[in-house]
């Protein structure tokens, strides 16, 4: 039997691309795909996909929170996150979602085949840099002792990241389909959980964990 994927990137392009990939292997066929987070579930629910690969850290609703509902909803799926950026905390927060494998953007096609079909049958996978952090990080958070209190949820990080890229508050309800006023609790919890007083804090913060990468002129 085909194994059936599910793709979830916002840049069509690489989307597209990695769909014509995947499907020049002739046990794997593209079942979905889309550009937005928010329909990661609904898509879910109706192709009951063998594999989801997503692109972490997009904007919108959480992919972390919809790969936990997805989950609950068919226990079967695997998920296989990409991420275009070297992120700890997000590797830590994908992985205790449930998901099967992390790939960093060193990843090469072959070995992105090569992860598709061990997580669909059943394995887990890390490429070695993101294995690396992974481990790294397990030993830190086992040695300090980290208050589980302290760690942002994904919906903290996704509005500290869109404050930290220069939204307003207005505007991140907009990009997020909530009121003003949630954003407002999320900041507010955001910058009480990491001891935050102001926007600038905010900001350097953001850029130390790599939350928002900075962009270098041409």
């Not at 609904?42 to 997503?54: E, F, G, K, N, R």
Request: charged content about 25%; hydrophobic content about 45%; glycine content about 6%.
């Amino acid at each position: 039997m085909e194994t059936q994927i599910l793709l979830v990137h916002s840049l069509r392009l690489f989307r597209e691309t990695l769909a014509l990939l995947i499907e020049s292997e002739t046990d794997f066929t593209v079942a979905g795909q889309t550009e937005s987070a928010g329909e990661i579930v609904h898509l879910a629910s109706d192709i009951h996909p063998d594999v989801i690969i997503i692109e972490a850290g997009m904007a919108g609703p959480s992919v972390v929170e919809s790969t936990r509902q997805v989950l609950r909803m068919i226990p079967t799926a695997k998920v296989l996150f990409l991420s275009s950026f070297e992120d700890e905390d997000l590797l830590f927060e994908c992985m205790q979602a449930g998901a099967a494998g992390f790939l960093a953007r060193e990843t090469g096609a072959q070995e992105l085949i090569s992860a598709v079909r061990q997580v669909s049958r059943g394995g887990k996978y890390l490429t070695a840099p993101s294995l690396t952090r992974f481990v790294d990080g397990w030993r830190v958070r086992k040695r300090t002792g980290s208050d589980s209190s302290c760690v942002l949820t994904a919906r903290e990080r996704e509005v500290l990241k869109l404050l930290a890229e220069g939204m307003s508050v207005k505007e991140c309800a907009v990009a997020l389909n909530v009121s003003a006023k949630t954003v407002e609790t999320h900041k507010f919890n955001l910058m009480r959980k990491l001891g935050i007083h102001n926007k600038a804090q905010l900001v350097h913060y953001a850029y130390q964990k790599k939350i928002v990468r900075l962009q270098l002129a041409s």
